[in-house]
């Protein structure tokens, strides 16, 4: 190493040695100085790894556009018996568990832009259910924006299925 | 041509130097006004032991902001980019180590982590920028235009 790059280098030690030094010492005096050292770990909150995948939202006036479309229902098995769109797949969001290989193998075989995923708003259920069957490999999928009941209040045409004997 | 080149890598220089000084000043301010802020942003890209978050988040800030100084003071100048170029590959290769976790998380580099800045590709991007910004100095700038150059006229 030539002696001008090692003069280089000594400086840049200096340089990080007076900073630290500066450091310390402020560290030392001020009220609000921190440990020098820990031996406990931080409390450390990092939200899950994100979701790689976001599905996109489709208001509910834009459904008009949105022909040739199969509406999934995320949520639970119970409302959809009560009340569902009629002709929607229900695949009720679960944040534990992944959707059923053989129901992300039946969506995936419906091709491109066809699906719209349709929820809940208490825990936003499309939202991740879509997400969930976007990062599966399904193509174009939406979610209804509001969820189920947005499209109850839109006056849109729900299907209440008998109650079973 | 040769020395056209030269004078116009030295004409760049000046304010990339002047530029980086800024970054690293503007990006201590947090730091130091609130050390235990940044030593969790330290603490949560898991990288170094928790002896040493501390340590880090004490003499970090001061660092950069002494070698932001003397950027652009261009007072010892190719020492302080070399150190500020160091600095640079210390955070780009944090940045991919949590990235490569799927860590979404602040960046802590300019702000607390409530006030966003998360990390991203884009970030890498920029630091490597900065990092190229940093080597360009070290390389072509000789402080004539700075302490360094007016300290060689006073000899």
Redesign the interface.
Known sequence: MSRQALK?????F???L???V???V??LARP???????????N?Y?????MPKEAKALEIQDLQEAKDMVFVDARPRADYDKQRIPGAWSLPYNPLTSPPPLEIKKLKALGPNRIIVVGDTEIDSGRLLAAELAEAGCLGVRYLKGGFPAWKNAGKKVEEPEPKP | MIQKLQKLALSLALPIRIYLGVVFIAACLYKIADPQEFALSIATYGILPVELVNPMAIMLPWIELICGIALILGFWTKASALAISGMMVMFITALVIALSKHLQMSCGCFASAEAGDDINYLTVIRDSLWLAGGLFVLVFDDGRWGMDGLMRRLR
């Open positions: 280089i280098l000594g400086r840049s200096v340089l990080a007076v900073g630290s500066v450091g310390l402020i560290n609000e100085g921190i440990e020098f050292s820990r031996s406990e770990p931080y450390i990092v939200p899950c790894p994100m």
